[in-house]
């Protein structure tokens, strides 16, 4: 049955192709606005707070990075 079906696959790929790239793209221009926006690498506490803030940059963006 599944080697059936192994067509739908291929199709459900190409369908969703367009609106992958559409999200994909929102997210990389994302993430580069908000790595340039973080403060420089350093010691074990300052790396955490890079983290933390690429963390609060997508999570503020929660919602709107999906594909339209």
Known sequence: ATVAKAANFSTGFTAGAS???????????????????LPPRGDYNQNKTRATAVMDGLHALKGTLGAS
């Open 19 to 37: 609106r992958q790239a559409s999200a994909i793209a929102k997210i990389l221009q994302a993430e580069a606005n908000i790595v340039g926006a």
